[in-house]
C-alpha cells in the first residue's frame, strides 16, 4: 500500500518493548526508588579532574589531540593498565597486572558488554541458565537474540546451584542443547540484592567447569559492599578460560558509560570485534577522566560513599519492618536494591504502581520485568520444565538515589498505601 510506512521492520520490534526501567524515567516523582542511580557522585573530585585536564590540553596540544580521538577498540592501553592494576590489587583477580593488562577491555557501560557477549555466543535456540528474578538489561536482549532462557530458583543467598545442575540436565533432554552461558550477578545481586556465599560460588564454577559453560559474572555492585564479601568467582578461574567478569565505572566513579571486563581470550576476540561495529571506539576524553579517578581518588571516594550507601538501605529496611503489610524483604549487604515479595500471590505490583504508587509521589520498579518475557523454569519436583511466569507479586526498591530521611518518608508512605490495599 502507498501509505505503509513500517518499512518492514524486523521480528523483534513487535514483540520486544522498551526497557521498563528506561520508560520509567520519564516520571518525575518525589520519592524516587526506581533505577539504579548513583546518588553518590565525587561531583567535586570529577570537577577538579576536569579543570586539570583542561590546563594540561592547553599545554600540551598533542595530548589533546590524542584524547579528543578515535582509539583502540577495547581502550586506550595506560587505561587498561590502571583497571587491570585496580582488579588484581582490590579485587584479587588471578592476572599479573603488570604483564597481563591486555586482558581486560572496556565497553560503552557493562551493558554493551552484556550485549555483545549474548551477540557472540547465542544463535536462536541456544540455551542460558539465569536467576529467577535477572537483572532485565540481561534478559530481555538475550530473549531478542533468541535464546531459549531456563530461569533457576534463588533464595536469600542467591541462585541455587543443585537447580542449576537440574537446568542444564533439562537443557540436554528437553533441547538437546548444552547450555552456553550462566549468568550470576553474585555481589550484591539486581534486583534482588542477595550475595552468594564462597561455597555456592565454588559449586556453580565447578558446574559450569564440568559442563563446559561459560559463566559470566556481572560485577555491577562490587565495590559497593557494606561488609567483606567472598571473592569473586573469577579468582577461581586461573587460567582465564570460564568467567567472563564485567566490572562498570556507573556505580562506583559516574555513569560516564565506561564498563571494564577480564574475558577469555577467544570470547574477547569476538566481543571486541563486535563492539568495532557498534561503536568503534570507547570516547577518549572519557577514559582520561576515569584514569585519573581510578588511580587517584576511588579509595577516598568509596570510603565515603559506601557507609552513606548503608545508611539509605537501613533506612529503607526500617521502613519497610515498620509499616508494609505480611510479605518478605531481601537484607542487602551492599549493591542499591531491596526485594519485596507481598504474601498475597495475585498482587499485581505494576498495575498498583499506575494506579497508587504514581498518583501519591513515588516510583520502583515493578518485579514482572525481571523475569522473562518467553522462557522455561523448573517445574515444582524439578523433573521438567514448564513456562516461566513473573512473580507479579514483587517490587524493586532502589534506595541509591534518595537521602535517608526522603527514603524513609517515601517508603512509609508506600507502606501505608499497601497496607491499605493488602490489608
Ligand atoms: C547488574 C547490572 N549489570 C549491568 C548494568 C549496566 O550498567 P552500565 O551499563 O551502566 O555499566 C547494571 C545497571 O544498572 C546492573 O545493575
Redesign the pocket.
Known sequence: MANDNSYGFATWTSFIEESQ?RALLKYKVKYYFA??KPGIIPTDTFADIMAELSVRYKKDPMMALDDLNYGPTGGAPWFLKTLAKRMCKVRKIPIDCETQWEDVSIT?????A?YALLDTLIDPGDVIITPAPA?L??LVPAVKLGARVITVPTDNKGIIPEFVERAIHLSKIKFGKNPDLLYV?ADS??PKGTTLPMNRRRALFDICENHNILLLE?A??AEIQFKDTPKAIKTLDKDNSRVAY?G????EAA?L???YSILPDNVREQVLKDKGYLDLCTTTLVQRILDEYYNKHIDDAMRVAIPLYKKRCEAMAKAIDESFPAGTRSDPTGG?FIWWQSDKSDFDSSKFMEDVAIPNDLLYVPGGPFYPITGHKLTADSNDLEPSVPEGNTMRLGFSYAPPDVIYEGISRLGKLLSKELG
Not at 560503552?108 to 554493551?112: A, K, L, R
Not at 562498570?248 to 556505580?251: E, V
Request: aromatic share 14%; proline share 0%.
Open positions: 526501567i533505577g539504579g560503552n557501560g557493562s551493558q554493551q552484556l537483572y538489561g540481561f550477578v545481586d539486581n556481572d555491577a555492585y564485567l562498570t565505572s556507573s556505580k555513569v558509560r565506561v564498563g542499591f
